[in-house]
């Protein structure tokens, strides 16, 4: 038997993990009469298959690893091999295993993943990082990535490929989905403070804030709860009168979990109105007043105590539930008010009022 021709057009139909599909031709008038060896060599290990077609599936590859293929025409004699003729190619990697998310930050992420190939030493990988229709890629080394210069509050969907030696051939993609956290709000503020509720004011500039809820943690030592709202304001009610809390504001992406920095304001609410306001004596320059307050906070109040004669007004402070007035003019009508202070020495009640003679 005369050599066969060598083959032609020899190309890999698919590549996979651990299997290749390769397809070739030959044009001799003897084809039909041929079969083929298929030599597989990666190193120095080699086996041999055979095909009595122009097409073969190779199985039992090892993932991400190089290969050579030589196809060999054989004559009808099963012994005559015309010239070899060979493709070499790589196999996909296998796609990496366990993507997570290491850390969460306001505008990157660091990512993480594990990979069980031989080969792995070897691999580079692509992270997709895919944002609705925006789309960019970057590379790593290793099994880790930061990815910077995201969008806070928004939702990412990050893809991992693992690809071989020659920076080309890729393993199939694992994709995981994380949403950035918001930027911490600003201009906290208690727009209004009352006796058992307070609103609460803030703002936020993100591009995504339209999609953001707000977590507000209301804590009074050590008593806390939490609540939400859709909008950037709250009103909180339900608080204890002249008690101190902490009002702090959590902005919220889209899945509702994703939180970005806490931020904090201090405020006391108002004392209630004293009561029982009354005269207990009354001389020709001084007064005694006494009053009463039930609030649990009360016995950290201070009083102030405005003595009004007409366009005159001077101020007293008591720590206690009564006062003494002094340097009154006799037989004068004065207006005293008395305004629960709390602790803060700022916040105060609203005043209570009495009028009476010298």
Same mark, same amino acid.
């Given at each position: ?29 003897? @084809? ?12 120095? #290990? ?5 095909? @009595? ?33 060979? =493709? ?9 295993? $366990? ?8 505008? %990157? ?10 080969? #792995?030493? /070897? ?16 590379? #790593? ?12 509050? /928004? ?29 911490? !709000? ?9 006796? *058992? ?9 993100? /591009?995504?804030?339209? &999609? ?9 030592? /050590? %008593?806390?709860?939490?609540?939400? @709202? ?5 009103? =909180?009610? *339900? ?23 806490? !931020?904090? =304001? ?20 001084? !007064? ?6 039930? $609030? ?22 008591? &720590? ?39």
């Amino acid at each position: 038997f005369t050599e066969p021709s060598p083959v032609h057009d020899l190309k890999a139909e698919y590549v996979g993990t651990t299997s290749v599909n390769l397809t070739w031709a030959v044009n001799n008038t003897a @084809s039909n009469s041929y079969t083929y060896k298929i030599e597989i060599r990666n190193g120095t #290990s080699v086996r041999n298959l055979t095909s @009595s077609v122009t097409e073969v599936e190779i199985t039992k590859l090892i993932p991400g690893t190089l290969y050579n293929f030589t196809i060999f025409a054989v004559a009808a004699d099963g012994e005559t091999e015309g010239e070899g003729l060979s =493709i070499s190619l790589y196999t996909k990697p296998s796609p990496v295993l $366990d993507p997570k998310v290491e850390y969460i930050g306001v505008t %990157s992420v660091n990512l993480t993943w594990a990979v069980s190939d031989d080969a #792995s030493n /070897t691999y580079t990988y692509r992270i997709e990082v895919g944002n609705g229709t925006s789309v960019r890629n970057l590379t #790593s080394n290793i099994n880790k990535a930061e990815i910077t210069k995201l969008m806070p509050g /928004t939702m990412y969907n990050f893809t991992v490929f693992a690809v071989a030696t020659d920076g080309k051939t890729e393993g199939e993609g694992v994709s995981i989905s994380q949403y950035t956290k918001p930027s911490q !709000v600003h201009d906290l503020k208690a727009e209004y403070v009352g006796t *058992t509720s307070m609103n609460l004011t803030w703002a936020v500039n993100d /591009t995504a804030s339209n &999609s953001y809820t707000y977590r507000i943690e209301v804590r009074n030592g /050590t %008593s806390v709860r939490n609540l939400t @709202s859709n909008i950037n304001e709250a009103e =909180i009610t *339900t608080l204890m009168p002249g008690t101190m809390y902490n009002f702090t504001v959590f902005a919220v992406a889209a899945d509702g979990k994703t939180e970005g920095e806490g !931020v904090s =304001i201090s405020q006391y609410t108002k004392p209630s109105q004293v009561h029982d306001l009354k005269a207990e004596y009354v001389g020709t320059t001084s !007064v005694n007043l006494t009053w009463a307050v039930n $609030d649990t906070a009360s016995n950290s109040y201070t009083y102030r105590i405005e003595v009004r004669n007409g366009t005159s007004v001077r101020n007293l402070t008591s &720590s206690v539930t009564e006062v003494e007035i002094t340097e009154l003019i006799p037989g004068t009508m004065y207006d005293f008010t008395i305004f629960a202070v709390a602790a803060d020495g700022e916040t105060e009640g609203e005043g209570m009022s009495t009028s009476q003679y010298t």
